[in-house]
């Protein structure tokens, strides 16, 4: 685990989670930035997606269609990186 890629969160239970950037990226057409993080300990290997401000507040994508986004993001860096 590489201490660069990694962010603490706090989750639902208020338990502080180290978390590894996967991937960050912003939209061009409407500047929305994102970050797609995966929990190093997690072994099913998801990919949770939020978007992030300024000040680096993060904020969970809940929204269908924008998760959906993120998951073809993820998949073609993927498959650029192949």
Same mark, same amino acid.
């Given at each position: 685990m590489n201490k660069d890629n990694?962010?603490?969160i706090t989750d639902d239970? *208020?338990?502080e989670? +180290?978390?590894?950037?996967v991937l960050?990226?912003?939209?061009e057409?409407?500047?929305c930035r994102?970050? %797609?993080?995966?929990?190093?300990?997690?072994?099913? *290997?998801?990919?949770f +997606?939020?978007?992030y401000d300024d000040d680096g507040n993060l904020t969970p994508v809940e929204d269908e269609?924008? %998760?959906?986004?993120?998951?073809e993001v993820l998949d073609e860096y993927f498959e650029e990186d192949e």
């Open positions: 990694i962010v603490y239970s *208020g338990e989670r +180290a978390m590894e950037i960050y990226f912003q939209l057409d409407t500047g994102y970050v %797609l993080l995966s929990d190093p300990e997690d072994e099913n *290997g998801d990919v +997606a939020f978007l269609e924008t %998760l959906t986004m993120c998951s």
